[in-house]
Protein backbone atom coordinates (compact mmCIF):
# COMPACT_ATOMS: atom_id res chain seq x y z
CA UNK A 1 0.00 0.00 0.00
CA UNK A 2 2.86 2.31 0.64
CA UNK A 3 4.85 2.06 -2.44
CA UNK A 4 1.57 2.72 -4.39
CA UNK A 5 1.19 5.77 -2.77
CA UNK A 6 4.67 6.25 -3.39
CA UNK A 7 4.25 6.37 -6.72
CA UNK A 8 1.40 8.17 -7.33
CA UNK A 9 3.00 10.79 -5.41
CA UNK A 10 6.19 10.41 -7.47
CA UNK A 11 3.56 10.58 -10.85
CA UNK A 12 1.47 13.54 -9.78
CA UNK A 13 5.35 14.91 -9.33
CA UNK A 14 6.38 13.84 -12.65
CA UNK A 15 3.69 15.35 -14.31
CA UNK A 16 3.80 18.94 -12.09
CA UNK A 17 7.36 18.96 -13.54
CA UNK A 18 6.84 18.44 -16.94
CA UNK A 19 4.34 20.99 -17.52
CA UNK A 20 5.36 24.15 -19.79
CA UNK A 21 3.61 27.15 -20.21
CA UNK A 22 4.32 28.86 -23.21
CA UNK A 23 3.13 32.95 -23.80
CA UNK A 24 1.91 34.24 -26.76
CA UNK A 25 4.29 35.28 -28.50
CA UNK A 26 6.28 32.02 -27.74
CA UNK A 27 6.18 28.77 -29.79
CA UNK A 28 7.48 25.38 -28.52
CA UNK A 29 9.62 23.17 -30.68
CA UNK A 30 9.13 19.90 -29.54
CA UNK A 31 11.55 16.60 -29.94
CA UNK A 32 11.04 13.37 -28.99
CA UNK A 33 14.46 11.37 -28.34
CA UNK A 34 15.85 14.21 -30.57
CA UNK A 35 14.15 13.78 -33.48
CA UNK A 36 11.30 16.90 -34.56
CA UNK A 37 7.53 16.13 -33.86
CA UNK A 38 6.33 19.35 -34.07
CA UNK A 39 5.52 22.88 -32.60
CA UNK A 40 3.20 23.84 -29.68
CA UNK A 41 1.11 26.78 -29.50
CA UNK A 42 0.47 29.41 -26.63
CA UNK A 43 -0.73 27.90 -23.68
CA UNK A 44 -0.32 25.00 -21.26
CA UNK A 45 1.30 21.75 -22.86
CA UNK A 46 3.59 18.38 -21.37
CA UNK A 47 6.85 17.72 -22.09
CA UNK A 48 7.52 14.24 -20.64
CA UNK A 49 11.76 14.56 -19.93
CA UNK A 50 14.15 12.95 -20.26
CA UNK A 51 11.99 11.84 -24.07
CA UNK A 52 10.89 15.30 -24.77
CA UNK A 53 12.40 18.14 -25.27
CA UNK A 54 11.32 21.81 -25.95
CA UNK A 55 13.30 24.98 -27.43
CA UNK A 56 11.69 27.89 -26.76
CA UNK A 57 11.23 30.46 -29.49
CA UNK A 58 10.50 34.52 -29.35
CA UNK A 59 7.90 35.06 -32.50
CA UNK A 60 8.30 39.17 -31.61
CA UNK A 61 10.83 41.20 -33.51
CA UNK A 62 13.77 41.87 -32.67
CA UNK A 63 16.04 45.11 -33.00
CA UNK A 64 19.61 44.56 -33.68
CA UNK A 65 22.46 47.00 -33.63
CA UNK A 66 24.46 46.40 -36.64
CA UNK A 67 28.17 47.99 -35.32
CA UNK A 68 29.51 50.80 -36.90
CA UNK A 69 32.39 49.83 -39.60
CA UNK A 70 34.65 51.38 -41.91
CA UNK A 71 33.73 51.37 -45.46
CA UNK A 72 35.10 52.76 -48.60
CA UNK A 73 32.27 54.06 -51.14
CA UNK A 74 32.74 53.98 -55.40
CA UNK A 75 34.56 57.36 -55.12
CA UNK A 76 37.32 56.15 -52.84
CA UNK A 77 35.95 57.87 -49.71
CA UNK A 78 36.26 56.21 -46.42
CA UNK A 79 33.44 56.59 -43.89
CA UNK A 80 31.53 54.94 -41.38
CA UNK A 81 28.48 53.96 -40.89
CA UNK A 82 26.17 52.26 -38.38
CA UNK A 83 22.76 51.13 -38.71
CA UNK A 84 19.90 49.04 -37.21
CA UNK A 85 17.94 45.86 -38.16
CA UNK A 86 14.47 44.78 -37.11
CA UNK A 87 13.59 41.17 -37.45
CA UNK A 88 11.19 38.74 -36.14
CA UNK A 89 10.93 34.78 -36.68
CA UNK A 90 8.15 33.43 -38.89
CA UNK A 91 9.25 29.35 -38.84
CA UNK A 92 9.94 28.24 -35.30
CA UNK A 93 10.95 24.86 -36.81
CA UNK A 94 13.33 26.25 -39.29
CA UNK A 95 15.16 29.01 -36.91
CA UNK A 96 15.62 25.91 -34.35
CA UNK A 97 17.02 23.10 -37.13
CA UNK A 98 18.97 25.47 -39.55
CA UNK A 99 20.60 27.75 -37.45
CA UNK A 100 22.83 27.40 -34.30
CA UNK A 101 21.77 31.41 -33.20
CA UNK A 102 19.77 33.00 -35.57
CA UNK A 103 20.43 36.13 -34.06
CA UNK A 104 24.34 36.18 -34.68
CA UNK A 105 24.12 34.75 -38.34
CA UNK A 106 20.97 37.79 -39.02
CA UNK A 107 23.79 40.41 -37.35
CA UNK A 108 26.95 39.04 -38.86
CA UNK A 109 25.21 38.67 -42.81
CA UNK A 110 24.25 42.10 -42.00
CA UNK A 111 27.35 43.72 -41.37
CA UNK A 112 28.50 42.24 -44.48
CA UNK A 113 26.04 43.01 -46.23
CA UNK A 114 25.86 46.92 -45.38
CA UNK A 115 29.64 47.17 -46.42
CA UNK A 116 29.14 45.37 -50.11
CA UNK A 117 25.91 47.47 -50.72
CA UNK A 118 27.43 51.10 -49.62
CA UNK A 119 30.58 50.07 -51.80
CA UNK A 120 28.62 50.02 -54.86
CA UNK A 121 27.16 53.69 -54.18
CA UNK A 122 29.13 57.08 -54.03
CA UNK A 123 29.24 59.41 -51.28
CA UNK A 124 26.76 61.89 -52.93
CA UNK A 125 24.03 58.62 -53.88
CA UNK A 126 24.68 57.58 -50.20
CA UNK A 127 23.32 61.20 -48.59
CA UNK A 128 20.84 61.76 -51.43
CA UNK A 129 19.16 58.04 -52.22
CA UNK A 130 19.42 56.59 -48.50
CA UNK A 131 15.66 54.89 -48.88
CA UNK A 132 16.86 53.68 -51.99
CA UNK A 133 19.70 52.07 -50.06
CA UNK A 134 17.93 51.00 -47.05
CA UNK A 135 15.75 48.87 -48.87
CA UNK A 136 17.99 47.58 -51.15
CA UNK A 137 19.90 46.28 -48.11
CA UNK A 138 16.70 44.90 -46.10
CA UNK A 139 16.29 42.54 -49.39
CA UNK A 140 19.38 41.33 -49.41
CA UNK A 141 19.55 40.28 -45.94
CA UNK A 142 16.12 39.31 -46.02
CA UNK A 143 16.76 36.77 -48.68
CA UNK A 144 19.84 35.23 -46.72
CA UNK A 145 17.63 34.56 -43.66
CA UNK A 146 14.60 33.25 -45.05
CA UNK A 147 15.99 29.86 -45.13
CA UNK A 148 16.75 30.46 -41.27
CA UNK A 149 13.00 31.10 -40.83
CA UNK A 150 13.64 35.04 -40.03
CA UNK A 151 12.26 37.77 -42.10
CA UNK A 152 13.98 41.05 -41.93
CA UNK A 153 11.07 43.82 -42.05
CA UNK A 154 13.05 47.14 -41.43
CA UNK A 155 16.74 48.44 -41.56
CA UNK A 156 17.74 51.71 -41.02
CA UNK A 157 21.14 53.72 -41.63
CA UNK A 158 21.27 55.76 -38.71
CA UNK A 159 24.78 57.21 -38.78
CA UNK A 160 27.06 58.12 -41.33
CA UNK A 161 30.53 59.78 -39.89
CA UNK A 162 32.54 61.36 -42.60
CA UNK A 163 36.89 62.02 -42.52
CA UNK A 164 37.45 65.53 -41.28
CA UNK A 165 38.69 66.94 -44.29
CA UNK A 166 35.44 65.56 -46.48
CA UNK A 167 33.50 67.38 -43.95
CA UNK A 168 35.57 71.00 -44.25
CA UNK A 169 35.09 70.52 -47.86
CA UNK A 170 31.47 69.95 -48.05
CA UNK A 171 30.91 73.15 -45.70
CA UNK A 172 33.31 74.93 -48.27
CA UNK A 173 30.83 73.60 -51.19
CA UNK A 174 27.64 74.50 -49.57
CA UNK A 175 28.96 77.76 -48.62
CA UNK A 176 29.94 78.69 -51.92
CA UNK A 177 26.35 77.00 -53.09
CA UNK A 178 24.74 79.60 -50.90
CA UNK A 179 26.90 83.04 -52.39
CA UNK A 180 26.07 81.83 -55.72
CA UNK A 181 22.34 81.71 -54.51
CA UNK A 182 22.67 85.00 -53.30
CA UNK A 183 24.47 86.50 -55.99
CA UNK A 184 21.80 85.41 -58.14
CA UNK A 185 19.01 86.54 -55.80
CA UNK A 186 20.70 90.07 -55.86
CA UNK A 187 21.13 90.12 -59.64
CA UNK A 188 17.49 89.32 -59.99
CA UNK A 189 16.45 91.96 -57.48
CA UNK A 190 18.48 94.56 -59.64
CA UNK A 191 17.33 93.31 -62.76
CA UNK A 192 13.61 94.10 -61.30
CA UNK A 193 15.06 97.13 -59.73
CA UNK A 194 16.24 98.81 -63.34
CA UNK A 195 12.98 97.51 -65.12
CA UNK A 196 10.44 99.47 -62.59
CA UNK A 197 12.94 102.01 -62.85
CA UNK A 198 12.75 102.72 -66.43
CA UNK A 199 9.16 102.50 -66.43
CA UNK A 200 8.84 105.12 -63.82
CA UNK A 201 11.03 106.90 -65.89
CA UNK A 202 8.57 106.47 -68.90
CA UNK A 203 5.83 107.99 -66.86
CA UNK A 204 8.05 111.06 -65.64
CA UNK A 205 9.08 112.04 -69.36
CA UNK A 206 5.07 111.76 -70.35
CA UNK A 207 4.33 113.95 -67.34
CA UNK A 208 7.28 116.30 -66.31
CA UNK A 209 5.22 117.98 -63.25
CA UNK A 210 5.83 113.89 -61.77
CA UNK A 211 9.14 114.84 -61.50
CA UNK A 212 8.84 117.94 -59.40
CA UNK A 213 6.61 116.36 -57.15
CA UNK A 214 8.77 113.58 -56.45
CA UNK A 215 11.70 116.49 -56.06
CA UNK A 216 9.55 117.54 -53.20
CA UNK A 217 8.88 114.48 -51.58
CA UNK A 218 11.81 113.61 -51.39
CA UNK A 219 13.06 116.92 -49.73
CA UNK A 220 10.06 115.97 -47.47
CA UNK A 221 11.46 113.06 -46.20
CA UNK A 222 15.19 114.72 -45.49
CA UNK A 223 13.84 117.22 -43.74
CA UNK A 224 12.89 114.41 -41.47
CA UNK A 225 16.10 113.33 -40.77
CA UNK A 226 16.95 116.76 -38.22
CA UNK A 227 19.75 117.38 -40.62
CA UNK A 228 21.37 120.69 -42.13
CA UNK A 229 21.67 119.87 -45.48
CA UNK A 230 20.09 121.77 -48.66
CA UNK A 231 19.57 120.91 -51.44
CA UNK A 232 18.53 122.56 -55.02
CA UNK A 233 17.08 120.47 -57.43
CA UNK A 234 18.39 120.99 -61.19
CA UNK A 235 14.66 122.02 -61.74
CA UNK A 236 14.53 124.55 -59.11
CA UNK A 237 17.84 125.95 -60.62
CA UNK A 238 16.37 126.09 -63.98
CA UNK A 239 13.62 127.73 -62.71
CA UNK A 240 15.27 130.57 -60.83
CA UNK A 241 17.28 131.41 -63.84
CA UNK A 242 14.17 131.34 -66.45
CA UNK A 243 12.67 134.13 -63.45
CA UNK A 244 15.78 136.06 -63.41
CA UNK A 245 15.87 136.05 -67.05
CA UNK A 246 12.12 136.96 -67.23
CA UNK A 247 13.18 140.28 -64.88
CA UNK A 248 16.12 141.53 -67.14
CA UNK A 249 13.11 141.16 -69.89
CA UNK A 250 10.82 143.29 -67.66
CA UNK A 251 13.39 145.75 -67.29
CA UNK A 252 15.36 146.29 -70.02
CA UNK A 253 11.40 146.87 -71.77
CA UNK A 254 11.02 149.40 -69.29
Not at 3 to 26: D, K, M
Not at 173 to 179: D, P, S, V
Amino acid sequence: MDWTLYLGAAVILYLLGSIRILRQYERGVVFLLGKFTGVREPGLTLIFVPFQSMERVSLRTVTMQIPSQKIITKDNVSIDIAAVAYYHVTDPEKAVIAIEDVYQATNQISQTTVRNVVGQFSLDQLLAETAKINEQIKNVIDAHTEPWGAEVTVVEIKDIVLPDNMQRAMAKEAEAERERRAKIVAAQGEFQAAVKLGEAADIITAHPVALQLRTLQTMAEIATEKNSTIIFPAQFMTTVEEAFKTLKRDSSSK
